[in-house]
């Protein structure tokens, strides 16, 4: 008689979350604002609040006029708060980045003082009650401004500083906002199913190098997998039908523009389709989940297959925002080249292949000519003639 209770507990709950939400939005709580001692963010403030009575918190960004006048920060955005002459002295010796909690009524800036910087520029609060909730230090590693530049090697030391920064809470937001986007195209729409994999595994042969983890038995060790491969094959093998996960994956390797020691992808896996599947499901994917401030995904995506990538691009990862293409001239050069260079070319399986660079004495120098040729000369052990 047990198991029938269960779909009834699901539907209990997913019918309070609902109730929750209603409640919220009726007694003029945002979603956002919820379970928190606040009413509003700092960033939202518009007109359309004009004498409403709103709950504030964040950290202390500026003051100006001895501290009559502050600017309020939190993730949102910004808002200038118009303290009370009894509060004015307290405030003044508060050192900046203090978090505090302002209670007060919006208002209309006095006419020609807007600030058209500010998206709440042209309201401001007239703070009742003020809360110290975290009095900062008086002096930080660096003051969290955008326009304050400051050395990387600082920023990553104090990194929970940088992270207030707008722009780097604009991308972490964005990445969520994109992670949550892709589990919803994939499993409401497509019946896939998400399943975390283990971390700590056997190691596998082939591939990259992989990082080993010491356990307390002494010779016995795990290793970090550099992707979910075997899993995912397991999972497929047992008659899932359709995996994804937003797998961590490692390898322990240098650093490259493309690849890190630790990185995050896509993994996801189908039974019973085509080469032509798996590429339309990856580009919905995207046009649906992709952010609207990053621009549109254009569908279908170009295609090409790794003959064309390799005689056009020399890669079978081509940059295509570079027009540079190579071209076959060994039936144009055949009759014309030095007797060195006719026998190479007429050897089976031999070519010419030119690289056209339009104006490319804009670009290369002497130099770089001179560092190709010798940088080719040791990868090919081969010699470099001129063709005039």
């Not at 006029?65 to 808002?79: K, Q």
């Not at 500083?161 to 906002?177: A, N």
């Not at 490259?256 to 798996?278: A, C, N, Y």
């Not at 020399?314 to 940059?319: F, I, S």
């Amino acid at each position: 008689m047990a198991a029938p209770l269960i779909p009834v507990i699901l539907n209990l709950h997913h019918v309070a979350k609902t109730l929750l939400r209603k409640s919220l939005r009726s007694s003029g709580v945002r979603i956002i604002s919820s379970f928190a001692e606040r009413s509003h963010l700092c960033g939202e403030l518009r007109p359309s609040h004009v004498g409403q009575d709103v709950w504030l918190c964040g950290w202390l960004q500026h003051r100006r006029m001895g501290g009559a006048f502050l600017v309020l920060r939190d993730w949102n955005g910004t808002v200038q708060l118009n303290l009370p002459d009894c509060k004015t002295a307290e405030c003044k010796s508060l050192p900046l980045e203090t978090v505090i909690g302002v209670r007060g009524k919006v208002v209309l800036r006095p006419e020609g003082q807007s600030n058209k910087a500010m998206d709440t520029g042209q309201v401001e609060v007239l703070v009742d009650k003020l809360t110290v909730l975290n009095k900062c230090m008086p002096i930080l590693p660096f003051e969290v401004q955008s326009f304050h530049k400051v050395n990387e090697a600082l920023r990553i030391k104090h990194r929970y500083l940088e992270l207030r920064l707008p722009q780097l809470q604009r991308v972490l937001r964005t990445r969520s906002k994109f992670v949550l986007a892709v589990r919803t195209f994939l499993s409401e729409h497509h019946g896939f199913v998400e399943v975390e994999t283990p971390t700590l595994f056997r190691r596998t042969p082939g591939g990259a190098r992989e990082f080993i983890v010491p356990t307390h038995i002494p010779g016995h060790f795990y290793s970090l997998p550099q992707s979910p491969q075997q899993f995912k094959q397991l999972l497929m093998a047992g008659g899932l039908d359709r995996y994804f996960q937003i797998a961590k994956c490692y390898r322990d390797e240098s650093t490259k523009p493309d690849r890190q020691p630790e990185f995050t992808q896509i993994d996801l896996e189908m039974s019973f389709t085509t080469q032509g599947g798996v590429t339309s499901l990856v580009e919905q994917m995207l046009e649906r989940a992709w952010p609207q401030d990053y621009g549109k995904v254009l569908t279908p995506f170009p295609r090409l297959s790794y003959q064309e990538a390799m005689s056009h691009y020399g890669t079978d990862k081509p940059d295509l925002r570079i027009s540079w293409k190579l071209s076959d001239i060994t039936a144009t050069v055949a009759d014309a080249c030095s007797p060195l260079l006719q026998a190479e070319v007429s050897t089976q399986g031999h070519s010419v292949i030119a690289l056209r660079i339009p104006e490319g004495h804009m670009h290369l120098s002497k130099k770089n000519i001179q560092e190709t040729i010798e940088t080719t000369i040791k990868a090919t052990h081969s010699e470099i003639v001129s063709v005039h």
